[in-house]
């Protein structure tokens, strides 16, 4: 038991180094997968505006929309994920990380 809390805590000071790099793929992997149904909802919602305003639209919805995203919700999940303690940081990690490729592997 005493190896598994060990390794637990080495996993979970390591991945303390890297928050920002995990949080940037965690932010980058739900915008691949939720960024679909955004953009298909936000057609839904233009697609009787004028073909160069509906191009407008869509254009700072992709890029700012997203862009902003990854920006600013990167530094709050790290910060949300700085959080945690040495002993559930790498599960939280894992839990997330699982519940993300069952959310890709519906998709």
């Known amino acids: 038991m005493d190896f598994l809390l060990d ?10 180094g890297h928050l920002s790099e995990i949080s940037l793929g965690l932010i980058a ?3 691949v997968l939720f ?4 953009n298909a909802w936000v057609q839904g919602r233009i697609g009787s505006f004028n073909f160069v305003l509906r ?3 869509f ?3 992709c890029v700012v929309g997203y862009g902003l995203a990854m920006v600013y919700l ?7 994920l700085g959080h ?4 559930t940081l790498a599960p939280v990690l894992l839990v997330v990380m699982f ?4 959310l890709a592997d519906r998709s």
């Open 84 to 87: 945690f303690n040495n002993y």
């Open 55 to 57: 191009t407008l639209i």
């Open 99 to 102: 519940l993300i490729g069952v």
């Open 7 to 16: 390794l637990i805590a080495t996993v979970s000071r390591w991945s303390r």
């Open 29 to 31: 992997t739900l915008l």
């Open 35 to 38: 960024g679909p149904a955004i």
């Open 74 to 80: 990167t530094p709050l999940l790290t910060q949300v």
């Open 59 to 61: 254009v700072v919805v």
